[in-house]
């Protein structure tokens, strides 16, 4: 899932400073699952700005609420009332729900309350580790389904490298070596010719190099005629 | 529903420390929102005065029962739960206010500010009270009448004992490898690993020697006693013939009396510890020491402690024993007793109370404490009950459960908890077996009430709740949302609170009515 982490009370609080009304929207979806933008966190945010406002004796207006998806225009659209009103839309969901709702009414401002940060995995209760990067091109079905680019601090193709040592990475030693879990997990499952393998240099179009990516999926798409019955029944 | 509330103020311990005016307060609550009338009655503790503050609730036509007694500790609302069985008041529809510990204690200087907080803690209650709604309780049928008791020393097989006799099948898991006359199935060799269920329905996981068993049971009584093993610390390091406290007693005992100057320290590790007063085994300490001085008055004895607890009737055995001549002496962690380098029989220790540093011959040195048993906290994890920080089970409360844990079914007796003479454990044992006994008499376990409901619609089946919970109630039901099993819910609010999309509720403590509350205290009065 996407994981995100609230932005310092300060940074947001200097955000939404100069506005009176501000709308702060939360998400069901990821960042909800990731503790970082349901509404529990909404709700405390909510207070939290209040307090901080009694606290320096500021005025301004807080609604917080929740969509089930912030990166879905239809969703959006169910609090377009609540979002026109506001002078300001703090949004707490990843980037993507922030530039949804900023996309479609690009007359107001929308801030970010969130830090959206990695592809993750909820290792335990608490703790989120990055495995993937989104690079367009998986290749893991040759590394033991272990993915060096996201875990491997040089992102390398035939590793390890000389800074491994004892399964940890030189840059930290928290962190564990990619290519020893790589070479650990094909020992296991008795592909270590693997390692000899050399890849060759990957094409990196795919990834964010080749500038912002769309995805199409024609057979989904709707036809200009089912768009047209769309429209009429709207 | 009418939401009338009787308030019942008990006035005997503000009487002691006079800070606050009971009949001031009584006035200003009686024209409280939702107030029908208030009363003010002796001793809110005693059943007697429980019963009748019910039956008057109920000529009065009241449904819900605000009682401010002396602690919230002792005049729990449980307390009141088998007056208002089958009544006309709903249990869940009694509070109590903690004016001890919230008002008077601290601010027993300041008789102002305490009748200010004492009439915003009421003001904040009887909103409370009359924002909650009567919840139910439902009933499941025990599948078997099996008592567990977890140790087989003195405390476990008294509790067996009692249970037995009265007719529940008793089942002893002990660590050790001793074989005893016991009572039921006595399973050695085996310990506790896993325990699922809850009161009335247990089914416990065991190691039994090589293989593991599943064991279903109604109730446990948990006796795993204290780590009566070496202590191992600097004095048993430095003097060979250091030994703990119990085996002076049994040489004793066997009659074999110790021939020259007797020393007994708190612990065997005087400097590295941090522990409490209560592992020492104060009582025995003082006993045996009077025993050694009695049998022979030339003989000196010396009891080296950094802090004396001798409490209730020890306290006469302490000054006894200081009248028979024994010798206390006080020191700190700073400067703790070590054996002298140069002579292994003589230990020097910095006496408090004269500010000098001593040096005492002995041919007999012994340690009292008694470190809890490690296995604790395999067991308490087992079986999801808190662990004080010495490491000892946690009982209920001091007066009003002191064998019980906070979790319905599991009761605790002896060492277990903390260091504890051998009469004392063989009484726990008892009650905890009776208690046992009294817990699967109905054949049936209540559930439900103050527990967690999940409302699915704000549900993102997040799996937070199914991590947290330690009792592991919640889980993805078949809509794919989070379900709560109420039978296994103990209303604790962790789901709740942690949820990211407030999905989950507990009843009776929402998040508006805990607002109600807090708002009505910010308040500060009626």
């Avoid at chain 2, 009949?23 to 007697?48: F, H, I, N």
């Avoid at chain 2, 001549?325 to 003589?346: L, V």
Wanted: aromatic letters at 4%.
């Amino acid at each position: 899932m996407i994981v995100a982490k609230r932005k310092p009370l300060d940074e947001i609080a200097e955000m939404i400073a100069p506005y009176e009304k501000v709308a702060i929207i939360g998400c069901r979806s990821c960042v909800a699952i990731c503790l970082a933008g349901g509404e529990k966190e909404v709700k405390m945010l909510v207070s939290a700005m209040k307090l901080k406002n009694r606290k320096d004796g500021r005025e301004q207006s807080l609604d917080g609420f929740v969509l089930e998806r912030q990166c879905e225009k239809e969703w959006v659209k169910e609090v377009e009332e609540k979002i026109l009103d506001s002078d300001i839309v703090l949004s707490m969901s990843c980037s993507l729900g922030t530039q949804t709702i900023g996309d479609m009414y690009p007359h107001r401002i929308v801030v970010p309350g969130l830090n959206t940060a990695i592809f993750g995995v909820p290792e335990e209760q608490g703790l989120w580790s990055e495995k993937c990067l989104g690079c367009g091109d998986c290749i893991i079905d040759t590394t033991g389904g272990i993915c060096p680019i996201a875990r491997c601090a040089k992102s390398m193709l035939n590793g390890p490298c000389g800074g491994s040592s004892d399964g940890h990475c030189e840059v930290n030693l928290d962190i564990e070596c990619a290519w020893y879990a790589i070479h650990e997990r094909l020992k296991l499952q008795n592909r270590l010719e693997l390692m000899e393998y050399v890849r060759p240099p990957k094409n990196w179009s795919t990834s964010h190099s080749g500038g912002r990516r769309i995805i199409v999926r024609e057979d989904a798409k709707l036809t200009p005629h089912q768009k047209r019955g769309q429209e009429v029944l709207e | 529903m009418k939401r009338k509330i009787q308030v019942v103020i008990c006035r005997v311990c503000s009487q002691g420390v006079p800070v606050l005016d009971v009949d001031k307060l009584a006035k200003t609550a009686a024209e409280a929102p939702y107030v029908g009338s208030v009363v003010t009655v002796d001793y809110a503790c005693q059943s007697k005065t429980i019963s009748s503050i019910v039956e008057d609730a109920k000529t009065k036509e009241a449904d819900r029962v605000l009682v401010v007694p002396c602690s919230k500790k002792d005049v729990s609302p449980s307390l009141f739960q088998a007056y208002v069985r089958r009544g006309k008041i709903n249990e869940f529809l009694i509070e109590t206010v903690d004016l001890t510990n919230e008002v008077i204690l601290p601010h027993r200087e300041d008789p102002t500010r305490a009748q200010e907080k004492a009439e915003a803690r009421l003001a904040a209650a009887i909103a409370r009270l009359a924002a909650l709604e009567p919840l139910e309780k439902h009933e499941e049928p025990m599948r078997t009448k099996n008592l567990v008791v977890i140790g087989a020393g003195v405390a476990g097989l008294e509790a067996a004992q009692v249970a037995a006799g009265h007719g529940l099948h008793t089942i002893l898991i002990e660590k050790t490898d001793r074989t005893l006359k016991a009572p039921g199935v006595l399973l050695s060799k085996s310990r506790l690993l896993r325990a699922k269920g809850h009161g009335g329905n247990f089914e416990l996981v065991i190691e039994a020697g090589e293989k593991e068993e599943t064991l279903e049971c109604a109730v446990i009584v948990v006796a795993s006693g204290g780590d009566w093993s070496q202590g191992k610390g600097s004095l048993t390091r430095s003097c060979k013939e250091a030994m703990p406290l119990f085996r002076l007693k049994d040489s004793i005992d066997s009659g074999t009396l110790p021939s020259g100057p007797v020393v007994i320290v708190d612990t065997p590790d005087p400097k590295g510890s941090t522990m409490k007063a209560q592992d020492f085994a104060w009582d025995d300490a003082l006993d045996l020491a009077m025993i050694a001085k009695r049998a022979s008055p030339e003989t000196d004895v010396t009891l080296i402690f950094q802090e004396m607890r001798a409490s209730g009737l020890s306290e006469l055995t302490y000054k006894e024993a200081a009248q028979l001549g024994i010798r206390f002496i006080r020191y700190d962690n700073k400067s703790p007793p070590t054996i002298d380098e140069k002579d292994s029989k003589r230990l020097i220790v910095k006496d408090l109370a004269q500010d000098e540093v001593v040096s005492l011959r002995f041919s007999t040195l012994s340690y009292a404490s008694i470190p809890a048993n490690p296995d604790n906290i395999g067991i308490a994890d087992a079986l999801r009950i808190p662990i004080s920080l010495d490491g000892g089970i946690r009982r209920g409360s001091m007066q009003r459960g002191p064998v019980t844990t906070p979790r319905p079914g599991v009761f605790v007796c002896g060492s277990a908890m903390f260091p504890k003479p051998e009469a004392v454990a063989r009484a726990e044992g008892k009650a905890a077996g009776i208690l046992a006994t009294q817990f699967v008499a109905s054949g049936t376990v209540e559930y439900g009430g103050a527990v967690a409901e999940v409302t699915p619609e704000k549900c993102s089946a997040c799996l937070t709740c199914v991590r947290t919970c330690p009792y592991e109630a919640p889980f993805i039901g078949a809509a794919g949302k989070a379900e709560v099993r109420t039978q296994l819910c103990q209303g604790c609010g962790m789901c709740a609170g942690i949820c990211p999309s407030k999905a989950i509720d507990i009843h009776n403590y929402t998040d508006e009515q805990l607002s109600i509350e807090t708002e009505a205290y910010l308040r500060g009065g009626f």
